[in-house]
């Protein structure tokens, strides 16, 4: 129950043909403090009460009992409420307090299951940044999802399949040398991958043995089948070290190569139900005029599947396996077009849960305003990017604090959390500039600002030797600081409804920065330790500000260290 609900409560017995939500949803915030904690405007109440906003105003003021609610006003068409400072503060702490770790859980998704699909770099490449904002925004949006009640299972959808293994199979035996793909597995298999295509430019038969090599794949040709699991297992193991970093794991590596043998069934229940058409000798299902997408396509005139025919594939398995209430796919979004034409043939096809597939799409990293590329040897090494961060967290951190004593771990948690806190403070469509310098700052929004804050306020505890084990305070704070935090603090659970609601990370970022900047107003006003009536409580608000914090940090995929 946030503040307002329980204003709009006090209100409902004036006005029983609203419910309190649509009550809660009028109440404001008025911009002056001398209006009081929440306003209540009536205008629009005229209609239904045949009376002067401001009637309506002054006679609801003397209908409000609530005993978190001091005394109300009526201003001109507003109703303003001044609450009981420290009985609500005292309330509001006691309850994050208590609840812990589960403050701000929700029950929307009544254990249901949510599958994402995420991450899903493709193998014999390097992993790019649209495949760590994939990554993280991903992962974040499942940790939201489970503090909403649901389950979730993280799919990484490996880019495992398609003709361009056929490729880089007849390019490795051409000119390929183990030794070398062995010791530096994916630049040397991009190394050849790039020559392919630029031999194939002016010899174009190697295509057609490109092509032969990917038919003797799916055929299973035993041959083609080692060299596939060699790239895929080497691969794999470079990702494996990206997602060590992160501190993220999956539920599941099925990725397209996994469907191989899935997609004759689709492929027939398409024919039966005579949405297969033929362009040019391939397969196609025609998709309606009104949605302006182009033909799905299916299978090619010389019988390969494609990208589409394996995403049908991998909708109808997870559907079946998981029985998902929602499927997220968080892939960029130059691939819109191909989610939109991969539902419209669910739907086609007369299943309903394809309202719900969702993709998820997001905008670029830049670097200087330009696209970051892994194409044309601009190899962007991700990994270095991440350790480089590392290093700069670590050196701002003996700056500030020499004699740390865990200093690597922690400056694995800064660093990686200002790659992860940088990106998921912007909303996800929004094309982000990458600059390391500026992500690592200890100040302004970003993640180390963040980490520290909490472990400032850890700090104050230990110097208190405070401990919590679900005590509450005995009595409320009521200056203004702390007044602002606190309510700030009980806004976490609304704030992870509109989270989850846009599937949106950026809102909790940007509530953990407005947090930690109402905390560190207060920090700069109060003395924590001084013996007085009202040091418990202090103590109280800073455990719950550093319980809020974690549990924000964890939503977005980070850790908040104690010390740093
Ligand atoms: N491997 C693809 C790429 O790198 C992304 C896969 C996204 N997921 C999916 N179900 N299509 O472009």
Redesign the pocket.
Known sequence: MNIKQIIAESIQHAFPELTIDQIASRIEKPKYAQHGDFAFPVFDLAKIKKQAPPAIASSLSSMIHHPWVMKTEAVGPYVNFFLHKEKVQKEIVSTIINSGKDFGNLQIGKGENVVL?LS???IAKPF?M??LR?TVIGNSLANILEKCGYQTVRIN???DWGTQFGKLIAAYLKWGSAEAVRENPIPELLKLYVKFHQEAETDPSLDDEGRLWFKRLEDGNEEALALWNWFREDSLHEFQRIYDLLGIEFDSFNG?AFYNDKMETIINRLKELKLLTLSDGAEVVELDESLALPPCLIRKSDGATL?ATR?LA?AFYRKKKYNFAKAL?V??QE?TV??QQVKSVVQKMGESWAEDMHHIPFGLLLKDGKKMSTRKGKVILLEKVIQEAIELAESNIAAKNPHLSNKQEIARLVGVGAIIFHDLKNYRLNSIEFSLADMLKFEGETGPYVQYTHARACSILRKASWSAQGIAPSQGLNDDYSWNLSKRLYEFPVTLEKAYGGFDPSIIAKYIVDVCQNFNSWYGHEKFLTEDEEKESRLSLVYATTLVIQECLHLLGMVAPQEM
Do not use: M, R
Request: proline share 5%; charged share 15%; hydrophobic share 20%.
């Open positions: 699909d899903s770099p493709n790019s649209g495949h994939s959808y490996l880019g397209e990208y995403d991998a796919y892939v960029g691939q191909h989610f």
